[in-house]
């Protein structure tokens, strides 16, 4: 019979350890995002070596990513897609949004990655219905409620919702936090454990990652 164990620091980077690392590319696109200041908030080495796997595992060809950053995570995705796959990354900050806009042009995956420059919930309304296998949410945690809405108008029965930060930054048993992304957070993950459209789950990767599936 399986034993539970407590999810410490240690087992996290037990499990990082033991996922595929970044490849030249994605090293030195992390190390000029850090030159230009851009803040370290990407996804970790086990959601990277994640992600592609469970795209590819559901035949995904149409990806929505909420939160672009430097372009790590949507190169990442984009390599688990068919060659016909697309990704489409949402950015609001024009600073970040230039950046990737220039490391995915060099990346391989380039023509698999659309970027849309605007505030998430405009952008993502300008999609259509159920035109998305995967929704990915990893940007600004006060908005991930509205986000779902919107996740679960585009996606088809038997896509894949994936949320970030399902930990709060390590503060989400705190009940009683002042932090706006916390609070955010922990309303957003009892309402998916609630949703009865959606089965899922937290997988302990990084600082949380929702794995949730539309039910047909």
Do not use: C
Not at 46 to 51: E, R, T, V
Not at 115 to 143: C, I, M, Q, T, Y
Not at 149 to 159: C, I, M, N, V
């Amino acid at each position: 019979m399986s034993t539970a164990r407590p999810i410490s620091s240690e087992l996290l980077q037990y499990v990082s350890s033991h996922a595929a690392t970044d490849d030249s590319f994605l090293t030195e696109l992390k190390q000029a995002a850090r030159q230009q200041g851009l803040p370290e908030i990407w996804i970790d080495a086990a959601g990277a070596a994640f992600l592609p796997v469970a795209l590819a595992a559901i035949g995904a060809r149409e990806v929505v990513e909420v939160g672009t950053l430097a372009g790590y995570s949507a190169i990442v995705m984009a390599r688990g897609l068919p060659p016909e796959g697309r990704v489409r990354t949402i950015e609001l900050s024009a600073e970040h949004a230039d950046f990737a806009e220039e490391w995915i042009a060099r990346s391989d995956v380039a023509d698999r990655v659309e970027l849309h420059r605007g505030r998430g919930l405009e952008v993502l309304r300008g999609f259509a219905d159920r035109s998305a296998d995967v929704v990915f949410l990893d940007a600004d945690k006060p908005s991930y409620e509205a986000y779902l809405d919107e996740a679960l108008r585009l996606l088809r029965p038997g896509g894949l919702m994936l949320a970030d930060n399902a930990f709060g930054f390590g503060e989400i048993l705190d009940e009683r936090s002042a932090d706006e992304s916390v609070r955010a957070l922990q309303s957003f993950n009892d309402r998916v454990a609630r949703d009865d459209r959606l089965e899922g789950l937290i997988l302990p990767l990084g600082d949380g990652l929702w794995f949730a599936r539309v039910l047909p």
